[in-house]
């Protein structure tokens, strides 16, 4: 009964009153668009599962309690400015993106946490996306070519 887009649209909006949702539906399908004064579109799509996009970053949840109080924790923390996607790029191609809540300061913060899946990332060279909900502390990182 929770995973009605009626009860849904309700929630979010009671959740989130401090910002503008526009709410619209293809059939089975509802869109959330989470706007702020920016310009920053936060995006929910309700179908077969719930997927939230921000930036190039998406996520997916499945229609369980623990999963959605997931994404409304998501939602929260990217609207507060908690979180942030951060997309990596080589040359014009996506290889990573994903939401964090640590601060990354130099590319280096980036390789440290990972240096065994970004090894290769030293010999292509790649530009570090940071985007943030409100656009205050977006930043972009470079990864020189070794």
């Not at 908690?82 to 990596?88: G, H, L, P």
């Not at 191609?93 to 130099?106: A, C, K, P, V, W």
């Not at 292509?124 to 070519?145: F, H, M, P, Q, W």
């Amino acid at each position: 009964m929770r995973f009605i887009k009626n009860v849904i649209k309700e929630d979010l909006v009671h959740e989130f009153s401090q910002v503008s949702i526009d709410f619209s539906e293809n059939g089975e399908e509802m869109f959330a668009v989470f706007r702020n004064e920016s310009g920053s579109e936060l995006l929910l799509h309700f179908g077969d599962r719930f997927t939230l996009s921000f930036d190039k970053w998406h996520g997916d949840y499945m229609f369980t309690n623990d999963e959605y109080e997931r994404l409304l924790w998501d939602i929260r923390d990217i609207i507060t400015g908690s979180a942030f996607a951060v997309s990596v790029l080589v040359g014009e191609n996506l290889f990573i993106s994903y939401l964090t809540r640590g601060e990354l300061e130099s590319a280096e913060d980036f390789i440290e946490d990972d240096p065994l899946e970004c090894a290769g990332l030293r010999k292509t060279g790649a530009i570090i996306e940071c985007a943030y909900y409100d656009r205050s502390r977006n930043k972009k990182l470079v990864l020189e070519k070794e």
